[in-house]
């Protein structure tokens, strides 16, 4: 009796990495080959490290505005509680350690939203992160922010200032890679609406950059109340 060899389905068959075109691959290695840069002017980064300050386990990250100063505000949802950042000073003004559970994370909401700490309770921020949701990618003067991935699973960060993807010019005159995700999985990146915002969130970071002018010590004093 002749044995039957059943033919594996379309579905069953291993499917090869598809072949990138020469564009493809030149634009792979450009990315590749483009080290990371601080972010141009009039952008500075709010934190001293380059990483940011550590927020372990984050799951995601929303924009507020502050009532009295305008200050964007950025809000971080961990594991940990609820925190507040002032994205001018990176003065964390609010913490809350033990959230109501029902608030904790956004996606026991159906628009992805938590309630606000500190000067913004009583309000609810749209968060970004692990369980969706999304963060403005361009600003109304012509910036504009994207996610690479071209060694995967490290996503790079890229500002740029020309639209966007290809990039034609050279790297650090329109376009800037200002972050690497090396160690930890990308959570969410834009600006805040208010388009003067950075943010990167990874899972156990946050990175700002900001085009506010840096205050002043008598700002800092102000805002805490010490003059």
């Known amino acids: 009796m002749t044995k039957q060899i059943k033919e594996a389905s379309p579905a069953e068959q291993a499917v090869g990495e598809p072949v990138l075109s020469a564009y493809q691959r030149a634009l792979r290695d450009r990315l590749l080959a483009a080290p990371v840069i601080p972010a141009p002017a009039p952008w500075r980064p709010v934190f001293e490290y380059a990483y940011g300050v550590p927020v372990g386990g984050l799951l995601g990250i929303g924009f507020a505005s502050h009532p009295s100063s305008g200050h964007d505000l950025v809000m971080v949802v961990s594991h940990a509680g609820h925190g507040l950042f002032d994205a001018v000073t990176g003065e964390k003004?609010?913490?809350?350690r033990d959230p109501d559970?029902?608030?904790?994370?956004?996606d026991g909401a159906p628009d992805l939203t938590c309630p606000g700490p500190g000067p913004i309770a009583g309000s609810?921020?749209?968060v970004a992160g692990l369980f969706g949701g999304g963060l403005h990618t361009t600003t109304g003067d012509g910036w504009t922010l994207e996610a690479v991935t071209p060694a995967w699973p490290n996503d790079r960060v890229l500002l740029s200032a020309d639209g966007g993807l290809p990039h034609s010019g050279p790297h650090g005159e329109q376009w800037w890679h200002i972050f690497h995700a090396t160690y930890s999985e990308l959570r969410a990146f834009g600006f805040s609406p208010s388009g003067e915002t950075i943010a990167v969130a990874t899972s156990s970071d946050l990175s700002l950059w900001t085009r506010h002018p840096a205050p002043s010590d008598e700002d800092v004093a102000r805002q805490r109340g010490g003059a």
Do not use: H
């Open 93 to 96: 003004i609010a913490r809350d």
């Open 101 to 106: 559970p029902e608030g904790s994370t956004p």
């Open 124 to 126: 609810r921020v749209p």
